[in-house]
């Protein structure tokens, strides 16, 4: 058994922070993943099961941090990155639509693992799956890929979205390491999420930040920044992923073989993603707009957009879901036991 797990099994026995991993104060620091080991507590697990994300500070030495973002800059300043799209799906065609400002490049790439060797170490590395994977043994985490991503500054931005859907692909857990040291309130570019039932959060992109969250089932955009902000983010994934949630018309088929009381509809992931699309559905079409100008097709987004509220406005109201605040309301006493989230 290596120290690491031996580490691992007795912080997780003890609820304690693992100190015996900590690495030891070097003259000169070097470039090191093993402060990851360290830096997820059982306060982090708590958070993911019961709010949805968590955020860890310091994750990394100062050396680590300055050599993620020289290899950033350094993509940018090769042009190995590409401009960021969304992707609109309709029927079988899909039209790719540029956000302003937005830069990024997939590590999957091997030139880009080449022109970035040590964030492509640090995909290698599976610290990070492991501590996570043995705080939450429901969510057996298997592979992770990284994206690199540079912000320009020039009020760019992203429009509210999830960054995946169960019945999509197999990713889970979303980590974004912020990597600003100039970073200062008024820059912009802070990361809202919107855990409905509760209050959207702020949460800014300090360096050496790193930001956990639901891939599939948390709510939550980029505001404008206006300052160039680097970042990159690690998507985990499991082997075998589990049943999708049911869609809208399944739980609505359920609930024409009898009725689903007030609670077990408003336990159901899709229900709680409708509720929240139509409290924030203003807010979402300003985004939308923010993030795309009009000459990329910010008008085909917003059409699109507006047809999918629709629907989920119908959807609830056959499923006589109908006063929007007394479920926010009862949906934010229901005891969920991290199934919210996870
Ligand atoms: O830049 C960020 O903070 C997050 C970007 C994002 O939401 C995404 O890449 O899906
Ligand atoms: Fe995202």
Not at 108 to 121: M, R, S
Request: one cysteine or more.
């Amino acid at each position: 058994m290596t120290a690491l797990r031996r580490c691992i099994q007795k912080t997780i026995a003890s609820g304690h922070r693992c100190v015996h991993a900590t690495v030891s104060v070097q003259p000169q620091e070097q470039v090191s993943f093993d402060s990851v080991a360290t830096a997820i507590t059982p306060a982090h697990r708590q958070a993911l099961l019961e709010k949805g994300y968590t955020v860890i500070d310091g994750v990394f030495n100062a050396a680590t941090c300055q050599t993620f973002r020289y290899e950033i800059l350094s993509l940018r300043d090769q042009s190995l990155l590409h401009l960021n799209s969304t992707h609109l799906v309709k029927g079988n065609s899909t039209r790719l639509l540029p956000k302003h400002g937005i830069y990024e490049a997939e590590v999957a790439d091997k030139a880009i693992q080449g022109a970035a060797p040590v964030i492509a170490a640090f995909q290698r590395d599976r610290t990070l799956l492991t501590m996570l994977s043995l705080y939450l043994p429901s969510l057996p985490l298997h592979q992770q890929l990284i994206k690199v991503q540079l912000n320009k500054g020039d009020g760019s931005c992203f429009p509210l979205h999830y960054d995946s859907d169960e019945s999509v692909d197999s990713r889970r857990l979303t980590a974004i390491l912020y990597l600003n040291p100039d970073w200062r309130e008024g820059d912009g570019g802070e990361l809202q999420l919107y855990p409905w039932p509760h209050a959207p959060v702020t949460v800014a992109p300090l360096h050496n930040r790193l930001l956990i969250f639901s891939t599939c089932r948390m709510l939550h955009r980029v505001l404008p920044s206006r300052r160039e902000r680097l970042c990159f983010t690690t998507w985990m994934s499991v082997l075998k992923p589990r049943a999708a949630p049911p869609s809208l018309s399944q739980i609505h088929q359920k609930s024409q073989s009898g009725a689903l009381a007030a609670d077990a509809l408003l336990a159901e992931v899709e229900v709680r993603k409708a509720l929240a699309m139509l409290d924030f559905r203003e807010e979402w079409q300003r985004s939308l707009q923010q993030s795309h100008r009009a000459e990329a097709g910010s008008r085909a987004l917003l059409d699109d957009f507006e047809a999918k509220a629709g629907v989920m406005q119908q959807a609830l109201e056959a499923l006589g879901v109908r006063d929007r605040q007394e479920a926010r309301q009862r949906a934010a006493g229901l005891c969920m036991g991290g199934s919210a989230w996870l």
